[in-house]
């Protein structure tokens, strides 16, 4: 079986078997129809109370939710007081990059490491954009304002962050991908909302990365530039596939200047 670092043991710098990991988030306004045609109409109402915010973080190939809630821990300023955290773990299934071993996992990944050539699996990642959508869709029935939302996601929950913020139908607070990639042909480019387009995003990626190559990070922001989104690059030299303290105060600071003020 490959050896991966996980992003939560990465914290410390410690390697962990069969894992990859994830993060994201952006600003914006409803329109009455949109929200119609997810059901959530009632939040057009202006009298509508909305307060809080929602970060939703997307583990690694192999990792658990639970094992990644310790990343909320660096987020200590007080605008996230009222943040709800939600740290959901993929189904588990057979992986072909590990020689077909069942673990958790969003989709299948042909290959490690991955690069911008590496075989896509559309199917199984608009598979779990859907569950992923159903979980913004409950906290905005719940009155988050969507401006107030943020997807993050580490290594294959970063690929997701990235699939879940271009094919939702609403402008959110934002999306950050920590060491991830595009995890699907261009054609998706034709499936991108207007108001999808307008959700900013965070991109870091570590330039030692064996596992999600550097070369593939790079090709992310250029994908959604063409597709006329905003996209924030860092590179950190000597970062391998792993999340660095650096990292995590940087997405604080960058959530932080984009939550709305009802938060």
Request: proline letters at 8%; charged letters at 15%.
């Amino acid at each position: 079986m490959r050896a991966e670092v996980n992003a939560t043991t990465a914290l410390s710098t410690v390697l962990r078997p069969i894992a990859l990991f994830s993060a994201a988030v952006a600003v914006t306004v409803l329109s009455a129809s949109l929200l119609h045609r997810r059901g959530l109409l009632h939040l057009a109402n202006p009298q509508t109370h909305m307060s809080g915010s929602f970060i939703l973080w997307l583990h690694g190939l192999g990792d658990s939710g639970p094992a990644n809630e310790p990343i909320r821990t660096f987020f200590t300023s007080p605008e996230f007081r009222n943040t709800k955290w939600s740290f959901p773990s993929a189904p588990t299934s057979p992986v072909s990059c590990n020689y077909g071993a069942v673990m958790p996992s969003w989709f299948d990944i042909h290959e490690i490491p991955i690069g911008i050539a590496s075989p896509k699996d559309d199917g199984g990642v608009l598979k779990a954009v859907k569950s992923i959508h159903s979980i913004i869709d409950k906290e905005v029935a719940a009155g988050i304002s969507p401006e107030n939302i943020f997807i993050c996601g580490f290594s294959q929950g970063g690929a997701l962050t990235l699939a879940s913020v271009l094919l939702y139908p609403i402008t959110l607070g934002g999306g950050a991908v920590f060491s991830g990639w595009v995890p699907f042909n261009s054609t998706i480019k034709e499936k991108v909302s207007p108001e999808a387009r307008k959700t900013p995003m965070l991109w870091s990626h570590g330039m030692a990365d064996p596992t999600v190559l550097f070369e593939a990070g790079q090709a992310g922001p250029p994908f959604m530039e063409d597709i006329g989104m905003q996209c924030e690059f860092q590179a950190y030299p000597n970062l391998g596939h792993s999340i660095s303290t650096e990292e995590l105060k940087s997405l604080e600071l960058w959530i932080k200047g984009r939550l709305g003020s009802s938060s």
